[in-house]
């Protein structure tokens, strides 16, 4: 029986890649309880073959929307042909020549390449004509020999999914076409970008220290390439070196005499920096409007998602938000069919994934915090990630992030979208003076200053160098997008700033009874037994002080990295436990750490010490 479409059903808050792994998991789920499934993803990604497209069409990054569509293509009953538009849509061009996937991308578009094995004729040339349009458009936007499009390691999908968002001038009129093609039942499981918008919309990441980080990929994994040759090869920085020729010039030169951004060996840094400003020119006729930040003009193709190659960051983050192409702060609207999806959900699962570039994101929107705050969703369930990644670093000493912290990521993202600025409960107790008889004050973590979201409030408080202070609110501003960026500068602590955000505060901070805001956010948290490389889990603390019902469940080494991977049939079980195999979600449905026998009995995959 197919699911009416306005009855509730389950959310998944995720990324791309990371949160693929659990799809069948969720499509398990869903079947059992006869209810639809939407996953809300968002749109902020500027890294991979993604980056390129942005850069020379503009527009929302779709490499995770890509990633989960084809992830959800049905294989059950089995289809040959759907298995073939799997393969073509998943395939990514060659990564080590550029003249070798433009090579391939042709014979694609000219339909003999081998990867038309085994789809039918009509759907063939259907996507052909999407495929051709988007070649078009790359050929009227090339301007060689300083702006032409990369190839390398382009994927397929993201090149299709483009066409057609090209076409319609639509990018969820795109997803629904390739939702049609590939036979997901849209009345079943929904794909619903977390912006609806035709537009690049990038995050910045303000640390703890005052510095902010401009874009997804340099927040998460940062490309460590710096250049390209002519003919696709990717220097790296042992490559590039400068060279002193015999008439005292410098020049920029590799080991293998390849050509660097167009420099060829005996060329000067002068006439680098002129082919340069020439392609940014031809670069913002197009995508870019004039000015754009330089960080979100870059390709990032090239880039490793290794930990161990990824330096730390040098503090933790303090907040995500949304920047414009001039790095200033803006608060866009989150997509209405998301926020109707999560106001009507009967479950809300934050899928595993990175913390700050792929669940925060959703979260931060404009409407998102009142429409968590407004669900019938009884349960609220946070997998906890099982390895803890750069964005959640330094990951040394009593920096190392934990559950909790999670938890208050997640709340103060929800929090941060209705304008408000919410402090965390402290990790240890603290003793400060109220200033507000009926609100206690503690802890010491700092809030931030957004005038864009500033409301009409007679009185609330501000943190200064002197502790809480009682202080008169600016009056409500105007749009966010007009407003003067607020990105701090280096070494400036958000505790300065001249203005305050109304403040959510925790009324409970010194008494054992849990603070009610959590429950808007998440009830329960599912996780891995604490070992070397997974967050840290106190269940008694999330329990009394939190109100946060925990679910530990077994699982295995990560043998291709650090931390733990989950058993999929303990965190299935765990998740029906949680939400009622029926869709009856009730208090005694979860166990808390001292009954975790609960989901592990009966497990052959059990924990490998």
């Not at 401009?214 to 490559?239: C, F, W, Y």
């Not at 989950?566 to 765990?574: C, E, I, Q, S």
Request: net charge neutral; with cysteine.
């Amino acid at each position: 029986m197919a699911p009416s479409r306005g009855a509730g059903g389950i959310v998944i808050f995720s990324g791309g890649s990371a949160a693929n792994s659990l799809v069948d998991i969720f499509e398990s789920i869903r079947r059992t309880r006869s209810c639809p499934l939407s996953y809300i993803i968002p749109i902020s990604d500027n890294g991979g073959s993604t980056s390129e497209l942005i850069r020379v069409f503009g527009g929302p990054g779709i490499g995770d929307v890509r990633s989960r569509l084809v992830r959800l293509i049905p294989t059950h009953p089995y289809s040959a042909e759907r298995e073939a538009i799997s393969r073509l849509l998943s395939h990514r061009l060659s990564g080590n020549d550029g003249r070798n996937a433009r090579g391939e991308w042709s014979e694609i578009v000219d339909g003999t390449s081998t990867m038309w094995r085994g789809i039918s004729s009509a759907k063939k040339e259907l996507l052909r004509s999407f495929f051709n349009l988007v070649n078009l458009e790359i050929l009227k936007r090339s301007r060689p020999p300083t702006s032409t499009f990369d190839f390398r390691s382009a994927s397929i999908g993201n090149l299709f999914l483009t066409g057609a968002r090209l076409f319609s001038g639509s990018f969820e009129s795109a997803i629904y076409l390739l939702s049609a093609i590939c036979g997901i039942p849209d009345e079943e499981v929904r794909v619903i970008p977390s912006i609806n918008s035709n537009f690049s919309h990038h995050i910045a990441a303000e640390l703890e220290d005052g510095s902010v980080i401009v874009g997804q990929n340099s927040i998460s994994h940062p490309v460590s390439m710096l250049g390209k040759t002519r003919g696709g090869t990717v220097a790296t920085t042992e490559d590039r070196r400068f060279i002193p020729t015999p008439n005292g010039e410098v020049v920029l030169g590799t080991k293998g005499d390849a050509e660097i951004e167009g420099l060829r060996l005996g060329e000067t840094m002068e006439d680098e920096q002129l082919a340069q400003e020439e392609e940014e020119v031809e670069e913002q006729e197009d995508a870019h409007p004039p000015f754009t930040l330089p960080t979100l003009r870059t390709s990032n193709i090239a880039f490793t998602k290794d930990a161990g190659e990824l330096a730390e960051l040098p503090a933790r983050i303090n907040r995500l938000y949304y920047v414009n192409s001039f790095g200033q702060e803006i608060l866009p609207p989150a997509n209405p069919r998301a926020v109707h999806a999560v106001q009507s959900a009967q479950t809300i699962i934050y899928s595993i994934g990175s913390l700050f570039t792929s669940i925060v994101p959703n979260l931060v929107l404009r409407g998102m915090g009142e429409a968590m705050r407004r669900s019938h969703a009884t349960a609220k369930i946070l997998i906890l990630n099982g390895c803890l990644d750069r964005e959640v670093g330094p990951e040394s000493g009593e920096k190392r992030f934990t559950a909790v912290d999670f938890i208050d990521a997640l709340v103060k993202a929800g929090e941060q979208s209705r304008g408000i600025a919410w402090l965390a409960r402290p990790h240890a107790s603290t003793e400060l003076e109220t200033t507000d008889s009926e609100t206690e004050m503690a802890g010491h973590r700092s809030i931030f200053s957004r005038p864009a979201l500033q409301r009409a409030k007679s009185d609330g408080l501000m943190l200064t160098n002197k502790g809480y202070e009682r202080t008169q609110l600016l009056p409500p501003p105007m749009l966010a997008s007009a407003m003067p960026s607020r990105t701090p500068s280096p070494g400036t602590s958000p505790e300065r700033s001249a203005t305050a955000m109304p403040v959510t505060h925790n009324s409970s901070w010194s008494s054992s009874k849990p603070s009610s805001i959590y429950k808007h956010y998440v009830t329960h948290l599912i996780h891995l037994p604490n070992s070397d490389g997974t967050p840290y889990v106190d269940s008694e603390l999330l329990s009394t002080q939190y109100g946060v019902k925990s679910v530990r469940v077994y699982g295995r080494r990560n043998e291709n990295g650090l931390g733990m991977l989950y058993d999929p049939r303990a965190l299935r079980g765990a998740i029906e436990a949680i939400i009622g195999a029926r869709g009856n979600a009730h208090a005694n449905s979860s166990e808390s750490e001292d009954r975790p026998k609960t989901f592990e009995r009966g497990r052959r995959n059990t924990v490998e010490r």
